[in-house]
C-alpha cells in the first residue's frame, strides 16, 4: 500500500454501506479521499470515525452520478483542489423493487442512470485524469453476483429484481470493455469489478436480510477486498473478484 500514501481516491456512494466502508478504510491506510454523495452530511460524519489525524483527509462532496453535469462539478473540485485522481471506486448504485414487466420505467431509468451510466460518468473522468498526469492508477467497480447469474425469483418467492441484474450485467461487460481500452491507449491503469453475495446495506430489502440473517456478508468484507485488489503489485490485476459469505444459497 506504499504506493498509494498520500494519493487521492475518489468513492461514490460514500454516505453509507460499502461506500462508507470504503472511505474509512481508505483514510485509515493514508489515502486522500473523496467521498461522493447525495447525503453529503451523513459523509462528513465519517470523520468521526477514522484515525486521529487522518479527519483532514477525508473530502465530502455532493455529487449525484446519475446527472453528467453534477459528476463533472465535483470532478472539477477534485483536479483543482487536490491535484487530479489516482484510485476511483464505483460504488453508488440503486434498486428499486417490483416487477418488470409492470414496474414505472421511470423507476427503471432512475437504476440506469445510477448504475450504468454514473459508472460512464465517473470512469471518464477519472481515467482523463490519469491518463492526463501517465499515472498507473485503479478503476474499480462494487458489481453483484447478479451481474454474472439471475437470481430464480420464483424459488426466493419474491418480485424480480427487475433491471438491477441487467444493469450489473452491463458493469460486467463494461469491465472487460475498459480493460481493452485501457491497454490499446497504452496506459497501466487498472480495472477491477468485484462481485459480492448477499450484503447488510441499505439497498437489500429487510426480508432477504431477515432471511439470510446468518449467511450474509458485511460492508467492512467488501471493504478488504477493495484494499487487497489496489495492494496487488503493479504487474498484477484483479480483474475479478466474487465473494459470497459461506452457506450462500444463491
Same mark, same amino acid.
Do not use: I, P, Y
Given at each position: 500500500m506504499d504506493r498509494w500514501q498520500n494519493k487521492v481516491a475518489v468513492v461514490t456512494g460514500a454516505s453509507s454501506g460499502i461506500g462508507a466502508a470504503v472511505v474509512k478504510d481508505l483514510v485509515n491506510a493514508g489515502l486522500i479521499v473523496v467521498g461522493l454523495a447525495r447525503r453529503v452530511q451523513r459523509v462528513e460524519e465519517l470523520k468521526e470515525q477514522v484515525a486521529k489525524g487522518k479527519k483532514e483527509n477525508?473530502?465530502?462532496?455532493? %455529487?449525484?452520478?446519475?446527472?453528467?453535469? @453534477?459528476?463533472? /462539478?465535483?470532478?472539477?473540485w477534485i483536479e483543482k483542489n487536490l491535484g487530479g485522481i489516482d484510485i476511483l471506486v464505483n460504488n453508488a448504485g440503486i434498486y428499486k423493487q417490483g416487477n418488470l414487466s409492470e414496474i414505472d420505467t421511470n423507476l427503471v431509468q432512475e437504476v440506469l442512470q445510477t448504475n450504468v451510466?454514473?459508472?460512464v460518468y %465517473?470512469?471518464?473522468?477519472?481515467?482523463? @485524469?490519469?491518463? /492526463?498526469?501517465n499515472f498507473n492508477g485503479h478503476v474499480l467497480i462494487i458489481n453483484s453476483i447478479v451481474g454474472h447469474q439471475v437470481l430464480n425469483s420464483t424459488i426466493l418467492k419474491a418480485p424480480s429484481g427487475n433491471i438491477y441484474a441487467p444493469s450489473k450485467f452491463a458493469v460486467t461487460a463494461m469491465t472487460e470493455i475498459y480493460r481493452q481500452e485501457f491497454n490499446n491507449l497504452e496506459t497501466k491503469v487498472k480495472i477491477t469489478s468485484i462481485s459480492p453475495g448477499l450484503v447488510a446495506t441499505e439497498i437489500v430489502p429487510d426480508q432477504f436480510k431477515e432471511m439470510m440473517s446468518d449467511r450474509i456478508l458485511q460492508s467492512e468484507d467488501i471493504s478488504n477486498a477493495v484494499l487487497f485488489a489496489i495492494s496487488t503489485p503493479p504487474h498484477v490485476q484483479i480483474h475479478e473478484l466474487t465473494i459470497k459469505p459461506v452457506g450462500e444459497m444463491f
Open positions: 477525508l473530502h465530502a462532496r455532493q %455529487c449525484d452520478v446519475s446527472n453528467e453535469d @453534477s459528476v463533472n /462539478e465535483a470532478f472539477d451510466m454514473g459508472v %465517473c470512469t471518464k473522468r477519472a481515467f482523463k @485524469s490519469m491518463k /492526463e498526469r
